[in-house]
């Protein structure tokens, strides 16, 4: 469990984690931090069941850390990553996202992004789901492998992400924006804005806007958005099941009925 005061650094603890539980998270930060990139909390030191971090003192954010966050998260995507689904420089195998395992392949998927979302962040989650709802998952994913553009947008070159991106993982401290708790590998830009609009981010618009301004997103990216939370909407299923199964089985029938149809 977390601890720490504006005194002493913030201590993320969980004894008996899984091996590398800590590692990864560690090596996820120090790839994320870019430079003019958006700020993220630098690890102190990481052990088995631990890893420390500095203390941010937090403040409400203003419209202007917004989009200075808009804007800086658009240049850590810039960044980039080998490929889509690689894991952070300094990490081999798999990550972790909440207290879940997060696949990692060390070697680009052919089919590009599509096969990647479909093989390793969209069918490993699908146990929480009924049988309907599984199966629209797996057709979404036979038509993710198969390139249907109409569905993913244009190719994206793979960008560099945090990969959990919700707004608890934002920290406004004195100097604007601090990412924490990452679950770092190469994907889709569009996945790390879809996550901030999950849960919601206060001045989220401002963000959006800013990005834009820095690094315009391809058209038609809002009407995709449902499509990158699919994923953390299977995660929530899978970790707390209850309302998050149906929200979850509704996104990919609708992603399956397409626009109009939904």
Known sequence: MPSGTPDEPFRKRRPGAPAGFFAVEAAGLRWLAVAAGVAVAEPLSVGDAEIVLPYVRQRPPTAADAEALGRSLARTHRAGAPHHGSPPDGWLGDGFIATLPLPHTAVPLDGGWGTFYADLRLAPYVAALDAAGRRSVVALCQRLRNGDD???GP???PARLHGDLWSGNVLWGEHGA?????AAHGGHRETDLAMLALFGLRHLERVLAAYEEAWPLADGWRDRVA???LHP????ATLFGGGYVTQ???VA???LA?????
């Open 248 to 250: 979850a089985a509704g």
């Open 150 to 152: 109409a569905l993913t």
């Open 227 to 229: 499509l990158h939370q």
């Open 155 to 157: 190719p994206e070159p």
């Open 253 to 255: 029938h609708r992603l």
């Open 233 to 236: 909407l299977l995660v929530h």
């Open 258 to 262: 397409g626009p109009g149809r939904q």
């Open 178 to 182: 601090v990412l924490v708790d990452p």
